[in-house]
């Protein structure tokens, strides 16, 4: 089985020039997952890319990743990392 926050995490990483700071929520409700990427507030252009391609392109892919686990998935991309103490 496909763990979709560790795939959202190599597919971010792998963009960003700071891939130390990704960090990604997780919420799950039933069938459906939710996952949250917030990045660098310099690598966000990197991540949404021209007219949004990037963030499309990684939704898709996600969706795919999702399906073949029986799976709904939203991704959504957060402008600000939120720190949590």
Do not use: F, W, Y
């Amino acid at each position: 089985m496909t763990n979709l926050k560790e795939t959202l995490a190599n597919i971010a990483g792998a963009i960003v020039d700071n891939p130390d700071e990704i960090v990604i929520a997780e919420k799950t409700d039933g069938d459906h997952v939710t996952l949250e990427l917030s990045v660098a507030p310099d690598d966000m252009g990197k991540v949404i890319g021209k007219h949004g391609k990037i963030a499309r392109a990684i939704r898709q892919i996600m969706k795919t990743a999702a399906g073949n686990c029986g799976k709904k998935i939203t991704v959504s991309i957060k402008d600000e990392i939120e720190i949590t103490e």
